[in-house]
């Protein structure tokens, strides 16, 4: 595990924690997925998890942070695992309904994500896209995706339910180009 990226992490959940109501992609197209197994990658301090929780679902929250993850070790249909992104793969094919990973960007993930996905489950994805006039660059403009970059990754892979690109405000209140992508694994 990368000590430095859980260091870091740990501090970001200790000294600014991220809010606690789920984004409004998540609250939408969560509900088309059938109740079952989740994952959320990447789940921070778990805004997602409990509310996938909340509906029913037997939920695997990820993250690099302990600090992150002790916001909900307690919670009923919560399972956390700490791990380290740069050397996680999902070890489960065709297991799980539903998908989240939002802010949070791991290329390598893409095809697992798929593969993990049970015939019919639903993969929500939010994050931010490289754009010249974006206001809050991140420190590594690698954790950007390209303008279209999503659309064609999962091109033939999942049916698109929604794919916008669009301009938002951070948490920060910094203008922000977004991406929203909701898929559904083929049923055939």
Known sequence: MSIEDKLKWDRRYQNNPIPDRPIDLVVEYAKLAE?????????????HSKYLASLGFRVDALDISSVALDA???????????????????????????????????????????????????????????????????????????????????????????????WSMTMKGNRMRRVSFVGRKSLG
């Open 72 to 166: 909900i070790r307690d919670f009923n249909n919560i399972t956390v695992q700490e791990v380290d992104f740069d050397n996680y793969s999902i070890d489960k094919a065709d297991f799980y309904n539903l998908i989240i990973c939002t802010f949070f960007l791991k290329r390598e993930l893409f095809p697992e994500i798929v593969k993990a996905l049970k015939r019919g489950g639903i993969f929500i994805y939010e994050s931010f896209v490289e754009h010249p006039d974006n206001e809050q660059a991140p420190s590594n403009s690698a954790f950007l995706l390209k303008e279209g970059e999503l659309r064609d990754i999962f091109n033939g892979e999942l049916d698109f339910i929604e794919y916008r690109e669009y």
């Open 35 to 47: 109740v079952g197994d989740a994952l959320d990658i990447a789940c921070g301090m778990g805004r």
